[in-house]
């Protein structure tokens, strides 16, 4: 039986690493073969594509290009890590996916969204997340989340921007989920961990029942 894709979003320090690490885990204390994984990444040529991306080394060529580099690691990590661990029945837990693409490059890089759907079309194909968290929290606090987790080292291409831009991008996002409500729970991330991640849990266990595979295979035993 195919596995269950889990994708987390949001913004910058929303907590979306720890978040998906931590349901990982409680899945696979569930007994649940689960693969957690992220974007840009998650293979290894996608990988060396984060690299050049996250160095900023394809911000002179505009939004357009980096849309296209997104979607070119995309496409290899759908190809060589998702799709193979879906088949073997693992459930995928990925750190961004491709909401990343339409929000970043598509709202506040302004990229034609028919241009984002074609990309989309071509590195994902017909593969869609069976549930995603928008984890939100003010502009403030994510910044502040993610300069602490930076340890003085200088901020990415995308941390460097200016407020006003994180401020559009938690708009967008929540927007983004207001249109897909079967697919997108928004979670209030600004709790402690351990809150937010019953959030979360609440949340998956309504949604995708993950222990009721494993409740009935016992039953059956
Ligand atoms: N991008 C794009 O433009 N287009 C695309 O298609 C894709 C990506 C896929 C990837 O960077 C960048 O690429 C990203 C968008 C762009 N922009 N940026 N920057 P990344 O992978 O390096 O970083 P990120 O995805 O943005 O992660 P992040 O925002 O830096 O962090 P996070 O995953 O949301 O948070 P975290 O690492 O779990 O937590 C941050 C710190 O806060 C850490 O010290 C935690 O211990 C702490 N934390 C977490 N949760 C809490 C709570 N609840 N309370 C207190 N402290 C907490």
């Known amino acids: 039986m195919r596995g269950k894709f889990i994708t987390f979003e949001g913004g910058e320090g929303t907590g979306k690493s720890t978040q998906a690490a931590m349901l990982a885990m409680r899945l696979e204390a569930l007994g649940l073969s689960v693969l957690l994984t992220r974007e840009p990444g998650g293979s290894p040529g996608a990988e060396i594509i984060r690299h050049v991306l996250l160095s900023g080394a394809a911000k002179p060529f505009g939004p357009e290009a980096e849309a296209m580099l997104f979607a070119a690691a995309r496409d290899d990590h759908v190809r060589c890590t998702i799709l193979p661990a879906l088949a073997e029945g693992k459930w995928v837990v990925c750190d961004r996916f491709a909401d990343s693409t339409r929000v970043y490059q598509g709202t506040l890089g302004a990229v034609d969204p028919r241009f984002i759907k074609a990309l989309e079309r071509v590195s994902v194909g017909d593969l869609a997340p069976d549930l ?90």
Not at 147 to 172: C, M, N, T, V, Y
Not at 174 to 203: F, H, I, T
């Open 132 to 221: 995603t968290f928008v984890l939100d929290v003010p502009v403030a606090l994510g910044l502040k989340r993610a300069a602490l987790r930076r340890e003085g080292a200088s901020p990415d291409r995308f941390e460097a921007e200016q407020i006003e831009f994180h401020e559009k991008l938690r708009e967008a996002y929540l927007a983004l989920a207001a249109a897909e409500p079967d697919r997108c729970v928004v979670v209030d991330a600004s709790a402690g961990k351990e809150a937010v991640a019953k959030r979360v849990w609440d949340a998956a266990n309504s949604r995708l029942k993950p222990a009721g595979p494993r409740l009935l295979e016992n039953l059956a035993s």
